[in-house]
């Protein structure tokens, strides 16, 4: 089992940068599947990007491609996302999640989640 804390969230303007992280602890970190996910208020949450347990697989959403970068430090326990070019479309609560398995944008295929970080981008 693994738990989750993001940290990184906050107040960007338009063309922005932020950079979120979410550290992990457990002895399994290493061999999770880790991906965002975001939910603005009224909306689904929605699939962002997600990296594969040995970091050289990576998927990105339409919406972030080009923008949005994630890695992850394993021998750190601690996943990442890099954000630039942001936009008032990014606002949202950015949620880190976990799974064995592939990389998936469906959230109810990720048991492991973090309690989320206010990301809020201004135009």
């Known amino acids: 089992q693994v738990q989750l804390v993001e940290s990184g969230g906050g107040l960007a303007q338009a063309g922005g940068s932020l950079r979120l992280s979410c550290a992990a602890s457990?002895?399994?970190?290493?061999?999770?599947?880790m991906s965002w996910f975001r939910q603005a208020p009224g909306k689904a949450r929605e699939f962002v990007a997600g990296i594969s347990s040995s970091g050289n697989l990576y998927h990105y959403a339409d919406s972030v491609e080009g923008r949005f970068t994630i890695s992850r430090d394993n021998a750190k326990n601690t996943f990442y996302v890099q954000m630039k070019s942001l936009k008032p479309e990014d606002t949202a609560v950015y949620y880190c999640?976990?799974?064995?398995?592939?990389?998936?944008?469906?959230?109810?295929?990720?048991?492991?989640w973090g309690q989320g970080t206010q990301v809020t981008v201004s135009s």
């Open positions: 999640a976990g799974r064995s398995g592939t990389v998936v944008g469906v959230a109810a295929a990720y048991p492991y």
């Open positions: 457990g002895r399994t970190f290493s061999s999770y599947t």
